[in-house]
Nanobody, 117 residues
């Protein structure tokens, strides 16, 4: 049974930081491209950042220079370090595991990040 469990969300003031975690089980973590997506009510889920099996990263323009995605294959864990947070970063953040080669794609249930004073 595949599980992606996000944690680390919460309420933070503008300019603050949070570190999201995604613990994966039931998959060979190192074989998956991992990503963070966010979604706000009434809008589509959007890519925040993605990291390939080889460690290459892609970021949404809105988070470049503020967010850092990383992975620890030994711990089957994905991270998102979020700095200089803005109110517009408020969203539910979802973890994604993708292996187009094997036709597999999985989602976590999300963790809420609220940036507000």
């Amino acid at each position: 049974q595949v599980q992606l469990v996000e944690s680390g969300g919460g309420l933070v003031q503008p300019g603050g930081s949070l570190r999201l975690h995604c613990a994966a089980s039931g998959i060979i973590f190192s074989m998956y491209t991992m990503g963070w997506y966010h979604q706000t009510p009434g809008k589509q889920r959007e890519l925040v950042a993605r990291i390939t099996t080889g460690g290459s990263t892609v970021y949404a323009d809105s988070v470049k220079g503020r967010f850092t995605i990383s992975r620890d294959n030994a711990k089957n864990t994905l991270y998102l370090q979020m700095n200089s947070l803005k109110p517009e970063d408020t969203a539910v953040y979802f973890c994604n595991a993708d292996s187009p080669r094997h036709g597999m794609n999985y989602w976590g249930k999300g963790t809420l990040v609220t940036v507000s004073s």
